[in-house]
Antibody
Framework: EVQLVESGGGLIQPGGSLRLSCEAS????????MSWVRQAPGKGLEWVSL???????YYADSVKGRFTISRDNLKNILYLQMNSLRAEDTAVYYC??????????WGQGTLVTVSS | DIQMTQSPSSLSASVGDRVTITCQAS??????LNWYQQRPGKAPKLLIY???NLETGVPSRFSGSGSGTDFTFTISSLQPEDIATYYC?????????FGGGTKVEIK
C-alpha cells in the first residue's frame, strides 16, 4: 500500500526550530519529486517546498532562507527543517508526491503551532 | 507568481444537482490545472489532473475542462459524500499556486 505519514509537529515558540518527517511506504522518496504543502487553520492550501529526484530544491518566497527540504534515501524519509518560525507558519503540513505536475499522494498531515 | 481565482467561494445544492466551479488563471497555464477535494478534517485528494484527466478510482460524475486561463470543474449529480471544499491548482511553473477553494454544501 502506498502511504505517506508525517510526524514532528507540535507547539513551538516564535523563533524556534522544528523538523518534520514524512515516512514513505510503497513509494521511493529518492526516485520521486516530493513536496510539502501547508494549510493554516481555516484557510486554503499553500505550496511550501519541492525536492526533485535529482536533488534540486525549491521554496515558496514565504519560507525561503528559513526552511530546508531534504531526504534520507536509506530510510526513505522526507524532511522539512523549519527555522526562525513565525506565528504565520502555524498550519497543518502535508507531504505529497508530485507525479508529473500534480500531487497524487498525500499524507494525513501534522500540525505545527507557533505561539508563545 | 500566477494567481488563481476560483468561484464561487461556497455553494449550496440539492442531491442530484449539477454543480459547476470555475477557476481563472492570471496568465496562460496551458493544460496544467488540477482539482482537489478536501473533506472536513482530511487531507486533500486529487480528482482531476491536467485540466480534464480523471484520477484513477475517482467517480465519473466528476469532470474538468478548459485550457489557457479558464477552467471548469463539474459534478454532474451531487451526492451526499461530495460535501467538501474543492481547490484548483496550477502547476505550469513554480510556485504551483492554489485557488481559494469552494465549499460545497447540501441544501
Amino acid at each position: 500500500e502506498v502511504q505517506l505519514v508525517e510526524s514532528g509537529g507540535g507547539l513551538i515558540q516564535p523563533g524556534g526550530s522544528l523538523r518534520l518527517s514524512c515516512e514513505a511506504s510503497g513509494v521511493t522518496v529518492s526516485r520521486n519529486y516530493m513536496s510539502w504543502v501547508r494549510q493554516a487553520p481555516g484557510k486554503g492550501l499553500e505550496w511550501v517546498s519541492l525536492i526533485y529526484s535529482g536533488g534540486s530544491t525549491y521554496y515558496a518566497d514565504s519560507v525561503k532562507g528559513r526552511f530546508t527540504i531534504s531526504r534520507d534515501n536509506l530510510k526513505n524519509i522526507l524532511y522539512l527543517q523549519m527555522n526562525s518560525l513565525r506565528a504565520e507558519d502555524t498550519a497543518v503540513y502535508y507531504c505529497a508526491r508530485d507525479l508529473s505536475r500534480y500531487h497524487d499522494i498525500w499524507g494525513q498531515g501534522t500540525l505545527v503551532t507557533v505561539s508563545s | 507568481d500566477i494567481q488563481m481565482t476560483q468561484s464561487p467561494s461556497s455553494l449550496s445544492a440539492s442531491v442530484g444537482d449539477r454543480v459547476t466551479i470555475t477557476c481563472q488563471a492570471s496568465q496562460d497555464i496551458n493544460k496544467y490545472l488540477n482539482w482537489y477535494q478536501q473533506r472536513p478534517g482530511k487531507a486533500p485528494k486529487l480528482l482531476i489532473y491536467d485540466a480534464s484527466n480523471l484520477e484513477t478510482g475517482v467517480p465519473s460524475r466528476f469532470s474538468g475542462s478548459g485550457s489557457g486561463t479558464d477552467f471548469t470543474f463539474t459534478i454532474s449529480s451531487l451526492q451526499p459524500e461530495d460535501i467538501a471544499t474543492y481547490y484548483c491548482q496550477h502547476y505550469d511553473n513554480l510556485p504551483p499556486t492554489f485557488g481559494g477553494g469552494t465549499k460545497v454544501e447540501i441544501k
